[in-house]
């Protein structure tokens, strides 16, 4: 009788995180599986934040959208996009309610750590041809070491005509590699640490080793690769300056483990979350706010730049809907709620040093709600409040949403930044949720099928709800 009543008390006391697929119905596991197959299509598509703003316009046209134009007149139940140069977008679902009494926004990043190609790429050294690259983002650079590569992007010819380059998706295509060096030649000083073995400077992509012509002339490798590359894109060296090519992981998606429970695949950060806020207010229902999803570029270098979150595009956009419907946009930003959604590390058992067991998100427990991101005493961290957190909290509570909470490891170990403190300074209650990621910002990241499910439950009960 005594044990029963102490079970009682710790029940009703004890907060009691668990595995989500304890609460999983079969019905559920269906939807989630086929949610996962759409998210896997998206990462194929979409190996660059070009190549994602691509295809979500694709997917927009069977959804009703339409291309956003100044001073537009909108009613509620419209659907809108504002293309913002090719390489960040914003999707609009107009509410029944004014845009006074503020937007639900959710905000992810779809710029991805990569190399990318410097303005004067191609040389030739021992008889082969090379692409010299500038690291995007922060990456552990031995990781990009004798794999194979794609390559994407576009090229603004001379004549001002933009061309776009995708080499190494399809199975018939070439792909490229960085050599390692060979174990039987590293020596003992190589024994450093791994990131300092591997200066920037020798993440030469090899893209070639036949020479054309006389064997008396020079860098005949090279000239054979513009000779293919002209051939094909019209291009010639200078071309190079005025490009834009990112050389990333070959390979598609694809499930991991004998349960099929987890799914491996280049750029999870943050496309597993732009595709979570894209699909939630695709298929959200009778928007009383106006809901808004933002697939932001730059946040891997600070979110800097015309097309990062701190641009005024995003003014010029939202404002453009209040205008027509005499707003203020400060009244607007004042009274709107914000999921900056972005992945976060999971707990990981093999680096168990690194993390702190009792506050870091673990794999299969759902989206993963960060009140504060930053470094060394949460430095640049917008820091939500009780009252934002209390909000996000009870709306998935109510809705049958798995959610936990997270931050990032030690709090001495290091941390991380996304675009929330962009949207929180700019007076709007933000908060970070996001999926669990194992090895962040590796060439291939891990996520589990069920947290990316339940990240698309939170976006689309933000959107109905909030
Ligand atoms: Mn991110
Ligand atoms: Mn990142």
């Not at 009778?286 to 015309?306: H, M, P, Q, R, Y």
């Not at 058992?349 to 759902?366: L, M, T």
């Amino acid at each position: 009788m005594a044990e029963k009543k102490k079970n009682e008390l710790k029940e009703k006391l004890f907060y009691k995180p668990g595995n989500g697929y304890d609460g999983l119905s079969a019905a559920e596991e269906k939807k989630m599986n086929a949610y996962c197959e759409g998210y896997k299509d998206f990462l194929n598509h979409g190996k660059t934040e070009r190549l994602c703003v691509d295809y979500c316009i694709k997917l927009t046209k069977g959804k009703g959208f339409k291309e956003y134009k100044a001073g537009m007149k909108l009613k509620a139940g419209d659907k809108v996009y504002f293309n913002n140069r090719g390489k960040a977008i914003m999707l609009a679902v107009m509410g029944t309610e004014g845009l006074e009494k503020g937007i639900n926004l959710t905000a992810a990043h779809t710029d991805a750590p990569r190399l990318d190609l410097k303005p004067n790429p191609l040389y030739e050294d021992a008889e082969l041809a090379y692409l010299k690259t500038h690291h995007y983002g922060g990456i552990r650079k031995y990781q990009w070491l004798a794999r194979t590569l794609e390559l994407h992007g576009v090229v603004i010819l001379k004549n001002g005509k933009s061309v776009e380059v995708n080499i190494g998706g399809d199975e018939n295509d070439p792909q490229f590699i960085i050599e390692d060096l060979l174990p039987h030649l590293r020596k003992p000083s190589d024994e450093q640490v791994l990131d300092k073995a591997v200066p920037s400077e020798i993440l030469n992509v090899l893209v070639g080793s036949r020479p054309i012509g006389d064997k008396e002339d020079s860098e005949r490798v090279k000239m054979n690769i513009l000779k293919i590359l002209n051939e094909k894109y019209g291009l010639v060296e200078e071309d190079f300056i005025s490009a834009e090519l990112e050389v990333v992981p070959a390979g598609k998606a694809r499930d991991v483990g004998f349960d099929r429970s987890l799914i491996a695949a280049y750029g999870h950060d943050d496309r597993v979350c732009a595709y979570a806020e894209m699909a939630g207010l695709f298929d959200a229902k009778n928007l009383k706010k106006t809901g808004v999803c933002i697939f932001a570029d730059k946040e891997e270098i600070g979110s800097v730049g015309v097309t990062g979150m701190i641009s005024e595009a995003f003014e010029w956009f939202i404002g453009d809907l209040c205008k027509t419907q005499k707003v203020d946009i400060r009244d607007c930003f004042a009274n709107s709620f914000c999921v900056s959604a972005d992945v976060t590390a999971a707990y990981d058992p093999n680096y168990a040093e690194v993390f702190e067991v009792r506050n870091d998100s673990k794999i299969n427990h759902g989206v993963a709600f960060c009140k504060y991101t930053g470094h060394g005493g949460k430095g640049g961290a917008s820091d939500a409040s009780a009252e934002v957190v209390g909000k996000l909290r009870k709306l998935m509570n109510d809705n049958g949403v798995v959610w936990q909470m997270t931050q990032m490891g030690k709090n001495e170990q290091g941390g991380g930044g996304t675009v929330a403190l962009d949207l929180a300074n700019r007076n709007i209650d933000t908060i970070d949720a996001g999926v669990p990621v194992l090895a962040m910002h590796a060439p291939i990241e891990t996520v589990a099928k069920f947290d990316c499910y339940m990240t698309y439950k939170c976006m689309k009960t933000v959107f109905e709800k909030a």
